[in-house]
């Protein structure tokens, strides 16, 4: 069991219509037929939407993603058309809310992996392979991996997992010129994130990108080298053979499975609120994230 906690009400705002309450962003479409994307400060972890925000989160990603859009629109278009609040909406919209382009969204979670962690690890451990893409003898829980890697996941619904699958499945379901594309703008993506990333004392272990097509044209969507979609390591603090800090939910993570959360994680329960420490600590590392990556103050 999994998905929502207690499932919000969305926010009813004159002209616009609401789409659909994701894990942590509100979907609206205005009268003029573009998307409204409103970031909230829902965490989520283990495909359970938690009962406890971290404050600011909403407004840390959107404004991450849009200056990631910046330094990557040599590279790919973005989906974003403005950032100013539709009329009539309430002002603790701003600074979380993108008026984006509408897409033909291509169903897959385009993933690239410079370091092996997380699931690939697992597969690792038990064929040597991520994605049935084979790999060397001898890497561990953080190395960096030979070259990046294109491995793509179906996409899934809220409190579903994401599954891998295969390059040629991607090429069987969506063609094999849309999956060449995939890739090749995936991992050119990953490349500049991971290298403006590592000039800041930051890994990019992994991320994952989506992206939708305009007149038959691939643009990058939703969003984008967050620490909600990737993996961040500091570089000073990088150890390969365990676990590595990361600027993320990790402290959420570690609380939940911790014996103080009182949570069973294979039960079917949902998960307690989360304390305050956890709330601070966590918004702190969303903080840093931003700020050491844009070079900019947090206001």
């Known amino acids: 069991m999994s998905g929502f906690v207690e499932k919000p009400e969305p926010v009813s705002v004159p002209g616009l219509v609401h789409l659909h309450t994701g894990k942590v962003r509100e979907l609206y479409r ?55 609040l539709p009329e009539g909406a309430p002002a603790d919209w701003a600074g979380r809310t993108m ?14 992996r410079g370091y092996l962690t997380g699931s690939g690890l697992a597969e690792y451990r038990r064929d040597r392979t991520v994605c049935g893409l084979a790999l060397p003898e001898g890497l561990t829980d953080g190395s960096e991996l030979p070259a990046p890697i294109f491995t793509p996941a179906t996409k899934a619904e809220v409190g579903e997992h994401d599954e891998n699958v295969s390059y040629e499945e991607v090429a069987r379901r969506h063609g094999a010129e849309t999956a060449a594309e995939l890739r090749r703008v995936t991992l050119d993506v990953y490349a500049r994130g991971r290298d403006i990333a590592r ?28 620490p909600d979609s990737s993996r961040f390591w500091p570089a000073d603090q990088w150890q390969p053979g365990r676990a590595q800090p990361s600027y993320d939910k ?23 609120p989360l304390p305050a420490e956890v709330v601070e600590r966590t918004r702190a590392k969303y903080v840093e994230a931003y700020e050491r990556l844009t070079g900019t103050p947090w206001a």
């Open 199 to 226: 000039e800041r004392g930051i890994l990019l272990a992994d991320t994952k990108f989506e992206f939708g097509r305009a007149d038959g044209e691939l643009v990058i969507a939703d969003e984008v080298l967050t």
């Open 99 to 112: 008026v984006c382009r509408s897409l033909e969204m291509i169903p897959v979670e385009c993933v690239a």
């Open 250 to 272: 990790q402290f959420v993570r570690d609380w939940l499975t911790s014996p103080a959360s009182g949570w069973d994680r294979a039960g079917e329960q949902p998960p307690p």
């Open 30 to 84: 205005d009268g003029q037929g573009r998307l409204v994307m409103v970031a909230s400060d829902r965490m989520s972890a283990f495909d359970w939407v938690l009962p406890t925000v971290i404050p600011d989160k909403g407004r840390i990603l959107t404004q991450l993603s849009l200056w990631w859009f910046e330094q990557l629109a040599d590279l790919v278009p973005s989906h974003v058309i403005s950032t100013e």
